[in-house]
Each structure stands twice: as C-alpha cells, then as structure tokens.
C-alpha cells in the first residue's frame, strides 16, 4: 500500500521551481506560534496554485504542434522543446534524459500530471549545461517519487514546490543547488534520503511536515546559512530542540544547526553527519549519549570537546579534519573506536585515555589510543610517541602530522601506510 506524507520543508504543491532572483518566500515570516503550521499550509496552497496556473498558461502558450524538437523520456513518457521551454508528459517513469542530445538550451522545465517519477539524475548540472541553465520548474500534481540527484547543480534554482502526490525524496536530489532557499512541501512526503539538500547554501529555513517517517543522514550537511527548524507538532516520529533535529524513536540527533545549537539531554545517538562543520568554540555532550556515528563532527571548529561518562562507541572519521581541536579525553565507558576518527586534525596535540578504560590506553603519555590487547596504537596526534611496547599501527593515524618516537623496536608491522592519507 502507498503511503503518502509530506515534507514541509519549505516546498509546495507542484514542484516548481522559480529562476534565479525571484521573489522568496522565508518561512521565518510565518512565526513560531501555533499558528505557524496553518500559516505555512495557507502559503503552501497559494503556490500550488500558482503552479497549476503556470502550468496551464505554458502548454496553452505552446502546444506540441508549435515544437521546435521532441522525443520520447520513458516507455509512456514524451517531451518536447518550444522557446527554451521543455515539457514532458505522458505516463510513468522519466527513465532517459534525450532531451541532452539536441543543441538546445533549458530555461524552463513543466512535468505534466501523468509522470510519476523523475530518474536519476534526469536534471543534474553535472558535467551538462542543461540542469545549470534551469530556471523553473513546475511539477503537476500525480508525481510520487524523485530520483536520486535528479538536480544536483542546478544552480539557478532558487524555489521548489512539491507536489502533495510526492512521498520519496531519494538521496542528494537537490545536492549543491547553490541559489535553492525555498522548499515548500506539505503532507504526503515520507522519506527524504541521505544528503538530499546537502550544500545547499542559501537554505536558510525548513518546516518538516507530520507525515516524514525518514530523514537520512547527511540531509543538510553543508548549508550553512540554515538558521530555522521547524517540525510539525503532529509528527510522531521527529521534533526539535535546541534547533536541532531529533528522530524521537532512537533518541538520536539527526541534524544540528552549526552556529547555535546544544545536544539535548535524552539524547543517546549522534548520527552520521549530524554536526558537521559547526563554528562554535567549544562542545559539551552531554550525559547519556552512547554512540556517535562516523563522521558526525566532520569539519567542525570547535577547539574543545567533553565527551560523556556513558559513551561507548565512537565511528569511523568521527572528528575528520576538526582543524582547530586541541585535546580529547577518552572516558573509560568507551569499548570501540572506529578507523581514522583524528585524520586532519592537524593541531591537536593531546590525547589521553581514561586510566581504567579496559579496553584502550595512553600508556607513558604517549599522546595516543592503544588498542590494549593488541598493542595497536589506532589514534594519534603532533606530540604522539611511539613507544617500546607499541607493535602495530593502524594505516593513515599519522597523515599530516610530525611524530616523535621513543622507540621502534617492537613495532614490527609499522608500514608506510601508517603515513598516507586514506
């Protein structure tokens, strides 16, 4: 059975997607009160409407007797080209983008109602002029999913509206859209997929609507002018505090605005990607978080960092290339530590594990994790030594730092590739 829900997050009805330079629609205008979502949904119709009516003026303008080129997208799915205008109809999935092959430049794209899924990137602006040069974008109402990086690139898209047909986001759709600030979106999305408006750098705020079920990892990584969250008070599976996004199921931290935020206390899980590249100075986690995920500090600017008593495992690149952090402590709770969880972090000078952790160490200050049983230094620092007593060590620990080393003697498996970046 197809679910239908939708995502808010500042889209509307039938996506479209205004060009460079229009008139922007901020959902921070609406307020904060209650009355936020019914203000949000009045705006959310009156751009669907506006779409409709867009839609219907441009394929009136130029019917398909007026093309200048056509082709077929799909086994039911058409198009044809008219004044830098593209429009696709028919029935079913876009699955081929042919419209590239012709000399012809796209200012404007119309998805007709009989299309129900856009395919991989059917509109990028990878390596293609066509999805740079996309101004708008109006999807009729009937659209359900959406591929993955259908938009990547398309700079000049500065407003989408989705359609409330739409449940799937897939996975970096709308990735690096430079000029993307509105997304207007309403009940009926489902899933948004990992990364799926990452780098979108005029983003700067999204309601998320009572029927999202899934947001992946990584959805607004590198939007850094994203100042204000909100999520619907109905939705049973996501909220926020402290502007961040918490999936309330697993109590994990999904998303964290990276210039004003704090971990809220119930939380035990800080997922992949969740703060990354945040600017403030200094971070607390607070008591009760067990896991942070890989690379969930990845680029951040904090100079310190406290972790909690209760944390136990720390993934793989959790604090890749935090260039200003200086010192970590290693609490004795923690029993795993991922590959690399230091690289780039080219000025910290201080390691030290908790003295009745079991499972690591920083035996004669060495300024590293030892992996206690095994004699495996997989951490390292500027000021790390490697001891007598140290045989293995783990590839990549020293890429871009200076080691000091008290001895080689015992470390018999040190190779080049504890050197190389990977």
């Not at 086994?75 to 593209?86: E, F, G, M, R, V």
């Amino acid at each position: 059975m197809k679910k239908k829900i939708v995502l808010m997050l500042t889209v509307i009805m039938l996506i479209g997607l205004a060009g460079c330079g229009k008139n922007q629609i901020n959902i921070k205008e609406t307020g904060t009160s209650d009355n936020n979502e019914q203000m949000v949904q009045n705006i959310y119709e009156n751009k669907r409407t506006e779409v409709k009516q867009k839609i219907s003026e441009i394929k009136e303008r130029l019917p398909e007797t007026s093309a200048e080129d056509k082709g077929t997208c799909g086994s039911k799915a058409k198009w044809y080209y008219k004044d830098n205008t593209l429009i696709i109809y028919g029935e079913g999935v876009i699955t081929e983008d042919t419209w590239h092959k012709s000399n012809i430049v796209i200012n404007t794209v119309v998805i007709d109602s009989g299309i129900t899924k856009l395919g991989n990137n059917m509109f990028s602006g990878l390596g293609s002029e066509v999805g740079k040069n996309i101004e708008n974008f109006y999807i009729a109402d009937g659209l359900e999913e959406i591929g993955l990086s259908t938009f990547v690139n398309c700079d000049c898209l500065s407003e989408i509206v989705l359609p409330p047909s739409l449940y799937f986001i897939d996975g970096y759709t709308f990735a690096s859209c430079d000029s993307l600030k509105n997304v207007y979106m309403t009940d009926g999305v489902e899933k948004i997929g990992d990364s799926a408006f990452t780098g979108c750098k005029s983003l700067d705020s999204i309601f998320i609507p009572k029927t999202v079920l899934a947001i992946g990892n990584g959805v607004f990584t590198g939007c850094n002018n994203l100042s204000d969250i909100q999520i619907s008070k109905d939705n049973r599976i996501f909220s926020e505090k402290n502007n961040c996004i918490i999936n309330n199921d697993t109590k994990t931290l999904i998303y964290a605005i990276n210039k004003d935020f704090s971990i809220p206390d119930d939380i035990l899980c800080i997922a992949e990607d969740a703060i990354y590249g945040c600017e403030i100075d200094s971070l607390v986690i607070p008591e009760g978080v067990k896991e942070i995920e890989e690379r969930a500090f990845t680029y951040s600017k904090f100079a310190e960092i406290k972790l909690p008593d209760t944390l136990k495992i720390i993934g793989n690149y959790a604090f890749e290339n935090c260039s200003k952090l200086k010192s970590v402590y290693i609490p004795k709770s923690v029993n795993y530590i991922g590959n690399n969880i230091f690289h780039g972090c080219s000025v910290l000078e201080h390691i030290e594990v908790d003295n009745d952790n079991t499972v690591y160490d920083s035996r004669k200050s060495c300024n590293a994790i030892i992996e206690t049983s095994r004699d495996k230094m997989i951490a390292a620092c500027t000021n790390t030594l490697i001891t007598d007593d140290v045989v293995d060590i783990a590839n990549g620990i020293f890429a871009g730092f200076s080691v000091f080393t008290d001895t080689y003697n015992k470390a018999n498996q040190i190779n080049p590739d504890s050197f190389k970046y990977y």
